[in-house]
């Protein structure tokens, strides 16, 4: 997942990325203007990341994660508009072993999803991307052994826009996203396929945009 | 909007339907057999240990003699490397007074209540034993538990150095809780190891000691 694919994955989503930023801050006043940002806290939960069975099940999952969520995009069509948006976590994890849990330590996450939005009715808006999700241990030990893992990572979700000016809105975000997760020491191991992991987050924060 | 949504909702469905798969977890069927046995009067005494997880770091002190703070550290490290959930941790501490276990050079001494006495033949250039006592209750282990490394011929000898490091990594894994030594010349814990590290057979081994309840505590300092 860290070899050429992703590489080149990550090199063209950054250069939509820079597009975004350059259009948002050196364009034409028109197109600048119809660029839409926004920024977004709260919090993020994920199902199990590895299921082991050795004697008892054990488990490891993340804990609720803080999340910021940063987003941009371009009109396209009429209804519908692209953009990237960002989505960094950061939490602690655990193993859960008959009714026992063992703090892992902590973990950060960052995914870069290029995506769609339209409308749904009213001030309510859908988003559907696709992207990749890196995992960055605090410290290289047990599942992470031998470092972080990158991941694809596709997802859906609501916006909720509530006007406060004649530029600024609140946002309302609800994300649901899936990848599928191991890791390199997870592989040496002997553990095969890999586990699915669905995350959905709820964050609220402020949008700048066109109306 | 139609014309999006109906593709996207599919697409999602079917990603639900694949979350249902896990990942797969390895056979730890190669372990050997890590509790030791003792004879009784009415049958067979098991007698298995863990460190729980309240008990972590597990602290060690070494005597400042044959770089052994060094191989102890280094002992340390493989082991933790073998587990996935912080099942095990240790540290090397400065004043023994604080010490869960005690590794020094020289031979073990004779005496004492010992449950067990882990002798280890090692390569020819040193050898070592783990003592581990019961207090009277016959339930817990006693601090501090106690490992000797000795080398046979003067330190700085060819292969001595190398002697001392994989004896105390063996060492180190009595003091785990791997009571019984391996039937395998490629596992460190082999009464005579050939080899430097732990093998696949010693993790699956630690995994499982790790993860069944143990017979014995260890007392409270």
Known sequence: ?211 | MMRFTKPLLLAFAGCALVSCADIAAPSRGNAYEWRRLLSSGTGVDTFSFHWSTSDLPVKYWAEDSLNLPLHVQHGIDQWEALFLYGEYKGVVVTDSNTADVIVMTGIAPKGGFLVTRLESGMAPECQGATDIELTSTGQHIARPIRVYVDPRFAPGSPGVDECMALTTTHEIGHTLGIFAHSPNTDDIMYADPRVATPSVRDRSTAELAYHTPPTLTIDVP
């Open chain 1, 1 to 211: 997942m860290t070899g050429y694919p992703s590489a080149a994955i990550l090199a063209c989503m950054r250069t939509i990325l820079a597009g975004l930023i350059i259009a948002a801050t050196v364009s034409p006043r028109a197109l600048q203007a119809q660029v839409d940002y926004n920024a977004r806290l709260g919090l993020t939960w994920a199902s199990t990341l590895v299921r082991d069975d050795i004697i008892e099940e054990v488990e490891v999952r993340q804990n609720l994660a803080p999340t910021l969520a940063l987003g941009a995009s371009l009109p396209i069509a009429p209804l519908y508009r692209a953009g990237l948006e960002v989505m960094l976590t950061s939490s602690g994890y655990h193993a859960s072993e008959a009714g026992t849990s063992t703090d892992l330590g902590t973990i950060n996450t960052g995914s870069i999803t290029l995506g769609l939005n339209g409308p749904v009715s009213g001030r309510l808006s859908w988003r559907a991307g696709a992207g990749l999700l890196g995992y960055w241990p605090k410290e290289e030990e047990g599942i992470f052994l031998q470092g972080g893992t990158t991941r694809f990572l596709a997802g859906i979700g609501l916006d909720y826009h509530a006007s406060v000016s004649s530029r600024w809105d609140i946002i309302g975000s609800l994300r649901y996203d899936y990848h599928r997760f191991s890791t390199e020491e997870l592989e040496a191991r002997g553990f095969s396929q890999t586990q699915g992991v669905q995350r959905i987050s709820a964050t609220v924060g402020i949008a700048r945009g066109t109306r």
